[in-house]
């Protein structure tokens, strides 16, 4: 029987996301499915979740959310958010996924998305499809017995402990400033934050969520973290787990109040943070700063050039200068070609240009280079940035490089 790509009918949501359930053999309890429904009801969602058919069956799932993405300079793009990607275990390696990615892709091409971003199950789904790892994710743990800080100030200020409905409204006006100049970073939607506040009941043994705010001495919050705990008096003494679910600052003050305070909760044996920043500053605010180890390091947002040229339009560049990019796109062909980008700090342009490239790579390889995390150089050490003409690469690499570590602290 053939298979069929086509978007789905609201009444078929529920069904839908049993299928993406089975697909990544998790439970789904009917009542987390129906808040998902009304989530992306509110946002308009559903319209764009495309499952494969099979007669009366839903046997693949994808869907793609729009997201304001920021770029680097700050400028801001519409991006594809790539997400609910599953095929049922019955049904695997038989080109499902390559057909749900297709109709993903010419979509966001007709809807103006010049860029298309997820995050990966498994590292070798995506690169076959143009998308390649543009940031990292780390996990820290931090031991609490020596809290102490290079500077034994804290900064002035003050410190509020608020509950969910008014987290509710302080902490999405903080998340925008913060977003507004992180390169990498995603905007929230009302509806996202809806839901988030409502999964803040306890969950995996481990207690409600927390949520702190720093305020200035003004009294304008700058900063804010939302952090579960769990209990242990196994070793007779308390050594409790604090698991830190957000910390976004958007001053370094704000930044230095929320981390001390949750370094020093009484009762805390490690506090953990995962989905952080690569450069963490943490590091070199702690007197011993060995307390903080990276206990994980793994791909981030991965990031597709759906129209090469519209993307390489949108960000700003760190120096001025011009570079013909050889693209190679086996996915969407129309992509692959030579580009001449004339970029600065101040805009851009790009065309198809007829002269021979001075640099040639992958779709993908730009995908993880376009948020100025990843250089140049060292795809090209691996292989993977071909030079054609002399100093092209460092040229590259000046341009393209990002002051500011590209980083997406929400997942989607
Ligand atoms: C990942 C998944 C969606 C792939 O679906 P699929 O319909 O089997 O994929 P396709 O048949 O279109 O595969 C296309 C190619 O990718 C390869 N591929 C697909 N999934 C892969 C994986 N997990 N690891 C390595 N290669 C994979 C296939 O072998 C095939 O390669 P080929 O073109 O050389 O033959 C499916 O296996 C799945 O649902 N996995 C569990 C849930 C999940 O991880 N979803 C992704 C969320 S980000």
Redesign the pocket.
């Known amino acids: 029987m053939g298979i069929q790509i086509r978007s789905i009918a609201p009444s078929e949501f529920l069904q839908w996301a049993a299928v993406l359930a089975l697909?990544?053999t998790e439970t789904s309890p009917k009542d987390e499915r129906e808040r998902w429904k009304r989530e992306w009801e509110d946002e308009s969602q559903i319209g764009r979740c495309l499952a494969a058919v099979e007669g009366r069956d839903i046997v693949?799932t994808a869907a793609s959310e729009c997201f304001d993405l920021t770029l680097p300079g700050p400028a801001v793009t519409q991006a594809s958010g790539v997400t609910a990607?599953?095929?049922?275990p019955t049904?695997?390696?038989?080109?499902?996924?390559?057909?749900?990615?297709q109709h993903e892709m010419d979509g966001a091409a007709e809807r103006g998305e010049a860029v298309a971003i997820?995050?990966?199950?498994?590292t070798?789904?995506?690169g076959?499809f143009g998308f390649g790892p543009a940031t990292l994710h780390a996990e820290y743990t931090i031991a609490t017995d020596r809290p102490d800080f290079i500077d034994p100030t804290p900064p002035p200020g003050t410190l509020r402990i608020i509950d969910g409905q008014t987290a509710l409204k302080i902490l999405p006006p903080v998340a925008d400033r913060h977003v507004a100049v992180q390169p990498g970073a995603i905007r929230r939607s009302a509806p996202w934050w809806n839901a988030w506040i409502e999964e803040g009941k306890p969950q995996d043994g481990m207690s409600e969520r927390f949520y702190v705010t720093y305020a200035n001495p003004d009294g304008d919050v700058e900063g804010y973290a939302a952090y579960r705990g769990k209990g242990d008096w196994s070793r007779g003494y308390a050594h409790d787990t604090i698991r830190v679910n957000h910390l976004i600052a958007t001053t370094d003050r704000a930044y230095s109040a929320l981390w001390r305070y949750l370094i020093t909760l009484d009762l805390a044996g490690e506090v953990t943070a995962s989905g952080r920043p690569v450069d963490e500053t943490l590091r070199w605010l702690l007197a011993d700063s060995r307390r903080m180890r990276t206990t994980w390091l793994s791909d981030g947002l991965w990031v597709r050039l759906v129209s090469v040229p519209a993307a390489l339009e949108s960000r700003r560049y760190t120096a001025e200068g011009a570079l013909r990019i050889g693209v190679r796109d086996a996915f969407r062909p129309e992509n692959s070609g030579t580009y001449l980008l004339h970029g600065g700090p101040d805009g851009a342009r790009c065309r198809r240009d007829a002269g021979a490239p001075d640099i040639e790579l992958d779709v993908a390889r730009l995908g993880s280079v376009y948020l100025g995390g990843v250089s140049f150089s060292r795809l090209a050490r691996a292989g993977h940035v071909a030079e054609r003409s002399s100093g092209a690469v460092q040229r590259a690499d000046a341009m393209f490089s990002s002051p500011i570590e590209p980083w997406c602290p929400t997942s989607f």
């Open positions: 697909a990544f693949g990607v599953g095929v049922v049904h695997r390696r038989q080109g499902i996924l390559t057909r749900l990615m997820l995050y990966a199950s498994e070798l789904i995506y076959r």
